[in-house]
């Protein structure tokens, strides 16, 4: 059982890069979000999604886009990276919204920009 | 918005018991859940209540109180491997589908 799988656990980008993580599960879970996790700030929401097609903002949307095209995949694009985009980024996956659906999360990506 | 707040860190022997707080202030409860988060791995779900009372789940409690906004987390019989951050969230009945996550809580268990 593969559950959420997030790619790449590390990555260091200089600044005004771009680049995608990519983020996929195998449990057909309508439901998929993207976290960032800062020191002391606790996780912050960026994007998610109800459904492929549907996607929204979340708390910290600025810089990062995001697409579903399928159920499984659901990248995250930094646009023109910036130092304050340096954090861990957590993708993360629950059969539906709402309710007491448990969320489940991929490893982490520990992105820093120099 | 959500404001969740939680103490920055704790410490306790094995052992013992230790009791995690989440206060939280929103317009519209729809429910708390507690995740555990060793260090440098992904958080893992521990409980969820939406009603008032204690949920137990074997070492590990829940309490919530919706009229004061609180919550719990009761750790019994200490072990080493419960060394983790914890963490607490609150779902918003006015957007359902955000989960909003207090800064979490760092437990040091000493043998």
């Known amino acids: 059982n593969a559950g959420v799988t997030q790619t790449p656990k590390f990555q260091v980008l200089k600044t005004g890069q771009s680049m995608t993580l990519q983020c996929a599960q195998d449990?057909?879970?309508?439901?998929m979000s993207w976290y960032r996790q800062d020191p002391g700030m606790g996780l912050r929401l960026i994007h998610y999604?109800?459904?492929?097609?549907?996607?929204d903002q979340g708390e910290v949307p600025n810089g990062y886009n995001v697409s579903r095209s399928t159920t499984e995949d659901f990248p995250l694009r930094l646009l023109s990276a910036a130092p304050s985009q340096t954090s861990v980024y957590f993708c993360?996956?629950?059969?539906?919204?709402?309710?007491?659906?448990?969320?489940?999360f991929g490893s982490g990506t520990q992105l820093s920009v120099l | 918005g959500q404001n969740i707040d939680q103490p920055t860190e704790m410490t306790a022997t094995e052992g013992a018991i230790v009791q995690i707080n989440c206060t939280y202030q929103t317009s519209g409860f729809n429910g708390l859940f507690w995740y555990q988060q060793h260090a440098g791995e992904a958080p893992t779900f521990l409980s969820y209540n939406v009603l008032d009372g204690l949920e137990e789940k074997g070492r590990f409690s829940s309490f919530l109180s919706r009229s004061k906004g609180y919550s719990y987390l009761l750790l019994k019989e200490l072990q080493m491997k419960d060394s983790a951050s914890y963490l607490c969230a609150v779902r918003e009945r006015s957007n359902d589908y955000k989960l909003s996550f207090g800064a979490g809580t760092t437990v040091t268990v000493r043998a």
């Open positions: 993360a996956s629950s059969y539906t919204s709402g309710g007491g659906e448990k969320l489940f």
């Open positions: 449990m057909n879970h309508e439901y």
């Open positions: 999604s109800v459904g492929a097609g549907i996607t």
